[in-house]
């Protein structure tokens, strides 16, 4: 009998776990791969694999095989990292997120100063639907490994307090949300359950996630197209262009955003494939 020797992977925070041919598979089918495709994908990776190989090395290694295959499931698989690409500011981030609450129907306001009983507030999203008005704080990271800890929900807890006990009663501020681009940590989730506040992660909640929420919306990072430099993505990001979407509306402006002819016709072949991932 073969008895196959167990390998360990390096994570980014730097625990060690071993490797999951299931968790590979499931999350190169989630970005579209076909099962033969996720398959080949998955025995070229076990084959190469080495004790103490890094998780990040094994994802980039994915990502280039998607590429050869095909371009837009390399964009999909690789979308967290194209969220970490968005900063170091957190405007970005926070400006996706503004995008993905008007998916869900709300006017969205981003960066409002309110009021509190105490002190004034700077918000970074405030959504409007009806008679139900939510703020929105985001916390962006643009590293592997971190988690959202239990300080950052009580800090936006304790904010949306003071705005609650504002003499202004015009804000009607109901509901506290806090979206972020990694993961929490589970103090964090248990104490946003006790405080019926609206949590959303990268993977978190199960159904309602931020990667099940973009990918579903198709809010396509602008940093998801291979096919533009940091720079250009750096560029387009300074002029608030955040979304694939965005770059394929503002074609005419292509060049004055840093993005010469020579470039153009792999950058509109690719944002338009990546755009349109159903």
């Given amino acids: 009998m073969i008895v196959h020797k167990k390998i360990f992977v390096q994570k980014a925070n730097g625990e060690r776990e071993p490797f999951s041919e299931l968790k590979l598979a499931r999350s190169l089918s989630r970005s579209g791969s076909s099962p033969k495709l996720t398959e080949s994908i998955v025995r070229h990776i076990r084959d190469g694999l080495k004790d103490g190989m890094k998780t990040r090395d094994i994802y980039s290694r994915a990502i280039e095989l998607l590429g050869a295959e095909k371009v837009p499931l390399a964009a999909r698989y690789s979308l967290k990292e194209a969220l970490m690409e968005m900063g ?44 139900r008005h939510i703020m929105v704080e985001t916390k962006f990271h643009n590293s592997h490994g971190f988690k959202s800890d239990v300080k950052i929900p009580l800090y936006v807890k304790a904010r949306f307090d003071d705005i609650l006990q504002s003499s202004d009663r015009k804000q009607h501020i109901h509901e506290a949300w806090l979206v ?45 197209l291979k096919s533009l430099t940091t720079a250009q993505k750096r560029s387009l990001i300074r002029r608030d262009k955040v979304l694939c979407s965005d770059l394929l509306l503002n074609e005419t402006k292509w060049e004055s955003m840093g993005i010469g002819t020579s470039d153009k016709s792999a950058v509109l072949a690719e944002a338009h494939a990546v755009c349109n991932i159903s």
């Fill in 180 to 224: 972020t681009n990694t993961k929490f940590s589970q103090d964090a989730i248990k104490y946003g359950r006790c405080n019926d506040m609206n949590l959303i992660g990268w993977d978190y909640p199960s159904s309602g996630s931020l990667q099940e929420i973009i990918e579903k919306s198709q809010l396509t990072p602008i940093t998801s």
């Fill in 88 to 131: 170091p500011s957190g405007h970005p981030f926070e400006a996706l997120v503004g995008e993905i609450m008007k998916t869900l129907g709300y006017q969205v306001s981003l960066r409002q100063t309110l009021k509190g009983r105490c002190v004034n507030h700077e918000v970074d999203v405030v959504a409007r639907k009806g008679n």
